[in-house]
Structure formats: C-alpha cells, structure tokens
C-alpha cells in the first residue's frame, strides 16, 4: 500500500511562494511518476503539474505554467512544488499522486495512489 503526505501549505499574500512537498512510501518511489492536482471549493480536480520517474521530464497545466515547478528527490521518496508568484485564484487543496506507470500524464486515471491534500490560501 502506498501513502503519500503533503505538507507545506498554508496562508500566503498575493504574489508570496510557497514549497509544498510530499514523502511516498510503500513501494519503489523511483520507478513511478509523481504529479500534482488541486480542487477549490465548488470547483472539480485540476491538473497542476506531473514529473517522471527520472526527473527529466515535467509537464504543467496551463494556468500554473512559468510560476510552479515540480521536482523529486528519489533518495528522500519525496516530490516537491515550488509555486511563485501566487495568486488568489490559486487558492485549492493540492493533491499529490502517485503514478500508475513511469511516465508522467495529465490525466487523474493515470494515478493509482492519492495523499489527503494541503491546504493553500492566497490572499488577495
């Protein structure tokens, strides 16, 4: 069984950063991608961001594109997110995944594990 914890989100200004991360265990972590999703209230999942096995490759949903990044450290079974220059409407629970196969995909149905999410606030 896979568990995955969030951690790292929080209240931040408008135009603030914010590092969210998230440790796996319970399976090879290095052999699976990893990617991020986020839900506002009212509103269905959205992708955010996906990395492969490796590392060298990544991929973002247009509306975080150019601010965040997605990076892991397989040593630590960790992925990270670096979100800069924040906005309002980035306000959600952010999700992290664990992929179902090396590569990573925008798609939810690509994912097979699920953390319980971090809450980030950005205010305006």
């Known amino acids: 069984q896979v568990q995955l914890v969030e951690s790292g989100g929080g209240l931040v200004q408008a135009g603030g950063s914010l590092r969210l991360s998230c440790a796996a265990s319970?399976?090879?972590?290095?052999?699976?991608?990893m990617g991020w999703f986020r839900q506002a209230p009212g509103k269905g999942r959205e992708f955010v961001a996906t990395?492969?096995?490796?590392?060298?490759?990544?991929y973002y949903g247009e509306s975080v594109r150019g601010r965040f990044t997605i990076s892991r450290d397989n040593a630590k079974n960790t992925v990270y997110l670096q979100m800069n220059s924040l906005k309002p409407e980035d306000t959600a629970n952010y999700y992290c995944?664990?992929?179902?196969?090396?590569?990573?995909?925008?798609?939810?149905?690509?994912?097979?594990?699920w953390g319980q999410g971090t809450q980030v606030t950005v205010s305006s």
């Open positions: 319970g399976r090879t972590f290095s052999r699976y991608s």
């Open positions: 990395i492969n096995w490796s590392g060298e490759s990544t």
């Open positions: 995944a664990a992929g179902k196969y090396d590569y990573g995909t925008a798609f939810a149905a690509g994912y097979g594990y």
